[in-house]
Each structure stands twice: as structure tokens, then as C-alpha cells.
């Protein structure tokens, strides 16, 4: 494996610090973005293949994830508030455009910030976005959890100090990563979930057709929270896709290597195709 440089920073958006971790060097940006709970560390893996391969990637912990402020207020959150994040990354990076997305949450959030700022979007990658044929899955699987937040609170407090308590460099890469998603307060995490799933989940339809960036679209089969359905959708929807389906819901996580190696070469595209289009006008 390429060892690539790896360096933590923060920014501030709306009075809110984020925290994010940057990998590798040059102009060719790609921010990766978390699932619903997930702290940032689950794209490690992928930002450093796409670092060893040329890329200069970060990935963010949004508001009331990881490292990142939680507050309580479900105000505070919403999927387009998500995508005003990245570009409010970008903007205090400098960074004129960026490949965008990630995984579930991550995706949409992607989505949102190439509906609010199309120039700033140079590629879009979303795995497993959640759309029309999640919503009801989604919510079955998250209310539970904002019960037990509102109500039961205890339950994940207790929670938090058993998973704080285990050393993360004791246990495998998702074990570990398992234990920091269950690391929440219940307040925040409440309101986090409140705020996603009782706004708009995603752009409209009709926003995600006028989407002109070039995309990566990674569907899994039989996931009930991210039905193959919705990746495939939102596939025919952009007018520039790549649609890829997984061999299972944990290839990407567990036999990365296929998945690693499309996304780089579709990383690769987005940039080299303007490249080739200068030395042709030059």
C-alpha cells in the first residue's frame, strides 16, 4: 500500500466547528462523506487507496457526527443543510471544485451540494443513496433509535460508556467503527435523526436530472434501507453515469478492491477529461 500524508483540520459553518482529515496532495480534490451516525473514519480505507493513486481527498464529519459539533436542535439539521457543509469546506480550503459523495447519508448530502453549487461539483460518487423506495425502510430502522433517544435515554448513555470503554486499537477496522457509531448522546442524536428524516431526504427528482456533473452511482442488492431500486433510479436520472452494482451489501467494505479500483479510475476520468480537452485546444 502507497503510503500517502494524513493531516486533521476544522472549519466553522453557521457558528459550528467540523473536523475533517485530509489525505494526500495536489489539485485533484475528492471529499468523502460518512453514513447516518458514522463517524468520517469509515472512508480511511478509500481515501487512502485514492491518495495512493493521485488523488487529494478529505473526509468530513458533518454536523452531529464524529468529531464534529452535536447540537440538540433538529433545526440544526437537515440533508440541505448537509450539502451547504461541503461547500462550506470547500470555500475555507480554497478548493474550486471537488468530486463529492459517499456512502447513504454521504450520497445525498453529495447530491444537495451539486443541486446548490454546480460549478463547485466536478463528479459526484454515491453509494447506496436513499431515495423513494427507502424512505419507509429508513424509517423503521431509525425510529426505534429516536424513541429510545427521546425516551429512554439512559439506554444509549449507557450505551456510549460501554463502547467508550472498549481501545479501538484492540479490535478490527469495523468493529472499531461500529463501536464509535454507537458512541452518541442521546440529544443529539435525536435531533439529528428528527431533523433528516422529517425534512427532504434528497433532491427532487427533477433537480437530480438537471445534474450535468459526471457520477459514480454504486447500488447493492437486497438492502432493505438502500433498495438497488434507488441506486438504479437516480443512475437513469443523471444524464452522466457510471452504475455499478456491488457483489453484496459489504463488498466495498470488506473486498474493496474492485470498488476502489473503479472509483479511482472514475476520478481519474473527471479530471483527465479536461486535460485532454486542453492540450486539444492548445
Not at 51 to 79: F, I, K, N, Q
Not at 142 to 163: D, H, K, M
Request: net charge negative; aromatic share 8%.
Amino acid at each position: 500500500m502507497t503510503l500517502v500524508s494524513e493531516r486533521i483540520g476544522q472549519f466553522f459553518h453557521d457558528g459550528h466547528r467540523l473536523e475533517y482529515t485530509e489525505y494526500g496532495g495536489g489539485d485533484r480534490w475528492v471529499v468523502l462523506v460518512h453514513g447516518q451516525l458514522m463517524p468520517r473514519r469509515m472512508h480511511q480505507p478509500l481515501a487512502r487507496y485514492l491518495a495512493g493513486a493521485g488523488a487529494h481527498v478529505l473526509t468530513v464529519d458533518l454536523l452531529g457526527h464524529g468529531r464534529s459539533d452535536r447540537p440538540e436542535d433538529p433545526l440544526e439539521y437537515s440533508m440541505t443543510a448537509f450539502g451547504e457543509q461541503i461547500i462550506a469546506l470547500l470555500d475555507d480550503r480554497g478548493i474550486e471544485q471537488a468530486i463529492v459523495g459517499g456512502t447513504s447519508l454521504g450520497a445525498n448530502a453529495g447530491l444537495e451540494a451539486a443541486v446548490l453549487a454546480p460549478e463547485r461539483v466536478r463528479g459526484l460518487i454515491a453509494e447506496m443513496p436513499v431515495l423513494d423506495n427507502a424512505l419507509e425502510a429508513g424509517l423503521l430502522a431509525f425510529a426505534p433509535l429516536l424513541f429510545l433517544a427521546r425516551f429512554l435515554p439512559a439506554s444509549i448513555q449507557g450505551t456510549r460508556l460501554v463502547t467508550r470503554a472498549v481501545p479501538r486499537g484492540v479490535v478490527p477496522f469495523w468493529a472499531g467503527i461500529a463501536l464509535d457509531t454507537m458512541d452518541q448522546r442521546p440529544g443529539p442524536m435525536a435531533a439529528a435523526i428528527h431533523g433528516i428524516f422529517f425534512g427532504r431526504i434528497a433532491p427532487s427528482s427533477r433537480q437530480r436530472k438537471r445534474i450535468e456533473a459526471p457520477a459514480l452511482v454504486v447500488g447493492h442488492p437486497r438492502d432493505p434501507v438502500h433498495p438497488a431500486a434507488d441506486a438504479a433510479m437516480l443512475a437513469e436520472e443523471l444524464p452522466d453515469c457510471t452504475f455499478v452494482e456491488a457483489r453484496g451489501i459489504l463488498e466495498w467494505r470488506f473486498r474493496p478492491q474492485r470498488l476502489n479500483e473503479i472509483a479511482a479510475e472514475f476520478v481519474s476520468r473527471c479530471y483527465d477529461s479536461e486535460s485532454a480537452a486542453r492540450r486539444l485546444q492548445g
